[in-house]
């Protein structure tokens, strides 16, 4: 069974919102992650947020338009996608790392220890 379970993938036309949400069936983890792959590409980093102080991290092609959060109570961590494109289709994965991620090092997918298994998320023009 897999520590960290995704929700919420599907298909929505370009300009409209989802939110996937990620599980975390182990307790709770130091630094949450989102990283996506799209049709033919590799791993890309999308969001971070350290459970400590909320603190968040994006990546540029998504700011301003996705937002990562936390609750405390359930163990999830959601990330918030509005304003969607069809360059957003990937596979989305939740990711967590035992000990908090430095600067430096939040957005390479080698820091986290644990995978949810992905979700599909398609956008349309």
């Known amino acids: 069974q897999e520590r960290l379970v995704e929700s919420g993938g599907g298909l929505v036309q370009a300009g409209g919102s989802l939110r996937l949400s990620c599980t975390d069936s182990g307790g709770t983890s130091s630094t949450y992650a989102w990283f996506r792959r799209a049709p033919g590409e590799d791993l890309e980093f999308v969001a971070a947020?350290?459970?400590?102080?909320?603190?968040?991290v994006y990546a540029d092609s998504v700011k301003g338009r996705f937002t990562i959060s936390r609750d405390s109570a359930k163990a999830t961590v959601t990330l918030q996608m509005d304003s969607l494109e069809p360059w957003d289709t990937a596979v989305y994965y939740c990711?967590?790392?035992?000990?908090?991620?430095?600067?430096?090092?939040?957005?390479?997918?080698?820091?986290?220890?644990?995978w949810g298994q992905g979700t599909q998320v398609t956008v349309s023009s």
């Open positions: 990711a967590a790392a035992r000990f908090e991620a430095t600067s430096i090092v939040i957005r390479l997918r080698s820091r986290y220890d644990y």
């Open positions: 947020l350290q459970w400590r102080d909320d603190s968040t």
